[in-house]
T-cell receptor
Framework: AQSVTQPDIHITVSEGASLELRCNYS??????LFWYVQSPGQGLQLLLK??????LVQGIKGFEAEFKRSQSSFNLRKPSVHWSDAAEYFC?????????????FGQGTILTVHP | GAVVSQHPSRVICKSGTSVKIECRSL??????MFWYRQFPKQSLMLMAT?????????EQGVEKDKFLINHASLTLSTLTVTSAHPEDSSFYIC????????????FGPGTRLTVT
């Protein structure tokens, strides 16, 4: 079955440190992948997306993600974390065909930022 | 950018009553809207896909008679939780897909439903 997995439930980093949030996908066809951020009690904000082309994708708020087909991964990175980045992050994706338009979400990773 | 609103942002209702949640695409037309449910500390679970002018498609295990979805226009979809019970308490989030940009969904801010 098509799926998206985020292995880390909770990550803690110090402000100013680098960040990498992991996401693995399981799709038969080329996936369309997204990273969203959710603050407590809020909806989801799109950070970045990958459809095709350049495998290194730049997003908002200084985030980037790299699509690696060989590793079935789409990890989110930020070189220097700010306290305001503390939130929950969701990786999501879908392939075309019968799953067209239906996003599958990972379990989410809660990011805590220490001052 | 594309903006999706939801109303109300939070609602408290008594057990047995019905509550309606609205999802609006403010600056674009959305042929398709999606309704998700999110339990505390969990991921989003797709409940149904709402297409303008046609019946919604529900995911397996979602009671269509309990969660009524109407998508009467290209900018409005509603979710009505009928005969609500405490176990229906949850965070409901809608998203809208912009016509012509098939792979992107824009999410609303969510509605916190508490059934007492």
């Amino acid at each position: 079955a098509q799926s998206v997995t985020q292995p880390d439930i909770h990550i803690t980093v110090s402000e100013g440190a680098s960040l990498e949030l992991r996401c693995n996908y399981s799709y038969g066809a080329t996936p369309y992948l997204f990273w969203y951020v959710q603050s407590p009690g809020q909806g989801l904000q799109l950070l970045l997306k990958y459809f095709s082309g350049d495998t290194l994708v730049q997003g908002i708020k200084g985030f980037e993600a790299e699509f690696k087909r060989s590793q079935s991964s789409f990890n989110l990175r930020k070189p220097s974390v700010h306290w305001s980045d503390a939130a929950e992050y969701f990786c999501a994706g879908y392939a075309g065909g019968t799953s067209y338009g239906k996003l599958t979400f990972g379990q989410g990773t809660i990011l805590t930022v220490h001052p | 950018g594309a903006v999706v609103s939801q109303h109300p942002s939070r609602v408290i209702c008594k057990s047995g009553t019905s509550v309606k949640i609205e999802c609006r695409s403010l600056d674009f037309q959305a042929t398709t809207m999606f309704w998700y449910r999110q339990f505390p500390k969990q991921s989003l679970m797709l409940m149904a896909t709402s297409n303008e002018g046609s019946k919604a498609t529900y995911e397996q295990g979602v009671e269509k008679d309990k969660f009524l979805i109407n998508h009467a226009s290209l900018t409005l979809s509603t979710l009505t939780v009928t005969s609500a019970h405490p176990e229906d308490s949850s965070f409901y989030i809608c998203s809208a897909r912009q016509e012509g940009l098939s792979y992107e969904q824009y999410f609303g801010p969510g509605t916190r439903l508490t059934v007492t």
